[in-house]
């Protein structure tokens, strides 16, 4: 592989780990964030949603620069909200400072989640682009495994305000994010679209393209309309398939309960009668197997498709969430048997909705509305990871709260598998400009 290429698409990756850090990281601080502001179920749901109500805006509001400015600047931008977020969350000494810093930090997270996807699979060949843009979702897993390590040994090492440092330490990953922006090249999709050509071919040739010409000439056609004058809209019967499966994609993955378990994996523990240090140390499982499965996933994707892996992906996903409702239920948490059930789901999960949902945004949105398109189905992910995360801990409270969380994730997956049978195209081995073809039918 070209190391130009490589380093591109692993710097743009590197705004994944951030996020997933982010992700995992609430979930060892937010008990300790209740007590010290004095939060209510609702006000406390509210507070860790915060970050997921900044990276909704963050995912719809940044169409428009990266169209303008270029991917490489809004990743740049990325960088800067992580840092300032990061810090200032350690640092708040009032409950609205607070949620301010972890707005700016969703911010981050939404744009991240569009152009780092995006811009990987702007410069990534088609015989490489599943497992080179699955190695964003590849840093946000490695990011979730860090963030539980760095909540588990701070809460061990750290007496007094364990729960800043475990917010604040994620501005060291975000500088060295900030640094490695300046070594990657934009993205020759966007130079074209700013018929920048003699840039947009030199940078191809540099990523290893042989046929760079051939490429320009592709991307040229396809963008035909849009630089003739005409700036397409995305809410148009011409892109009703991808704008549909893009929705639906993005509304599955959230109802899984992926965000809510990450969130709140301690508190399920604790929920079952585990103590606060071993719940930690279960998390940390958690991550370790959301790695593993993302790992292998990455490798396979080009070879089964992103269809195969969603398909096999359910049927574990509901068996477990299943399982777990059941346990919950009956009160059956002798033994390991939750955490067997949500080690189970997550492998599922990371092996198919993890690792194809940044790759499918990716690839199904034609050049001319990539941007519009991506940034809606991100916006439609983190839309409902805020009802999601908001919700949690409310339900969670009631009477057989457990039962009926895991109950509807179950349901939830029994129609995304019908979904991903019946509807959603097969996206693998072909490049961009061809499946245009295929999705505008």
Request: aromatic share 14%.
């Amino acid at each position: 592989m070209n190391k130009k290429l490589f380093t591109g698409c692993l710097v743009a990756a590197l705004g994944g780990l951030l996020f997933g850090a982010d992700t995992a990281v609430i979930s060892g601080a937010e008990q300790a964030i209740k007590e010290v502001f004095q939060l209510d179920g609702f006000w406390h749901g509210f507070t860790n949603s915060i970050a997921l109500i900044g990276t909704i805006v963050g995912a719809i509001g940044c169409g428009i620069p990266l169209d303008k400015y270029g991917r490489k600047k809004v990743l740049i931008l990325v960088g800067i909200f992580y840092i300032i977020s990061a810090l200032g969350c350690g640092l708040s000494h009032s409950w609205p400072a607070f949620l301010i810093y972890r707005f700016i930090g969703g911010l981050g997270i939404g744009a991240s989640s569009v152009a780092g996807p995006m811009y990987i699979s702007e410069i990534a060949p088609p015989r490489l682009r599943g497992r080179l843009v699955a190695l964003f979702q590849f840093n946000i897993v490695l990011g979730i495994l860090l963030a539980y390590f760095s909540n588990y040994f701070i809460n061990k090492w750290v007496a007094t305000d364990a729960w800043r440092w475990m917010l604040g330490v994620q501005a060291v990953p975000s500088l060295l994010f900030l640094v490695l922006l300046y070594l990657i090249p934009e993205s020759p999709r966007w130079l074209m679209k700013r018929q920048r050509t003699a840039e947009a071919r030199a940078v191809l040739l540099s990523l290893g393209n042989t046929d760079a010409d051939v490429i320009v000439t592709d991307i040229a056609e396809s963008l035909k309309a849009e630089n003739s004058g005409h700036t397409e809209k995305l809410f148009t019967r011409k892109f009703s398939f991808p704008v549909m499966c893009a929705i639906l994609l993005a509304t599955f993955n959230q109802f899984s309960g992926i965000n809510a378990i990450m969130y709140y994996a301690p508190r399920i523990f604790s929920m079952t009668g585990l103590a606060r240090d071993t719940a930690l140390l279960q998390a940390v499982l958690i991550g370790v197997t959301n790695m593993v499965f993302t790992i292998i996933a990455m490798f396979v994707i080009d070879k089964f498709g992103r269809k195969t892996l969603l398909i096999a992906g359910s049927i574990g996903m509901i068996l477990f969430l299943g399982l777990t409702a059941r346990a919950f239920y009956l009160h059956d948490f002798g033994g390991y048997l939750v955490l067997v059930y949500l080690v189970g789901f997550i492998a599922s999960f990371a092996f198919s909705q993890g690792a194809v949902i940044w790759v499918f945004l990716a690839e199904i949105f034609p050049n001319s509305v990539r941007a519009k398109g991506q940034a809606l189905g991100s916006f439609t992910h983190w839309f409902w990871a805020a009802v999601m995360t908001w919700l949690f801990p409310i339900v969670a409270e009631l009477p057989f709260g457990g039962t009926l969380a895991f109950s509807f994730f179950c349901v939830a997956m029994v129609l995304h598998l019908l979904f991903a049978v019946k509807m959603l195209p097969e996206t693998r081995g072909k490049s961009l400009e061809e499946l245009e073809k295929i999705v505008l039918r």
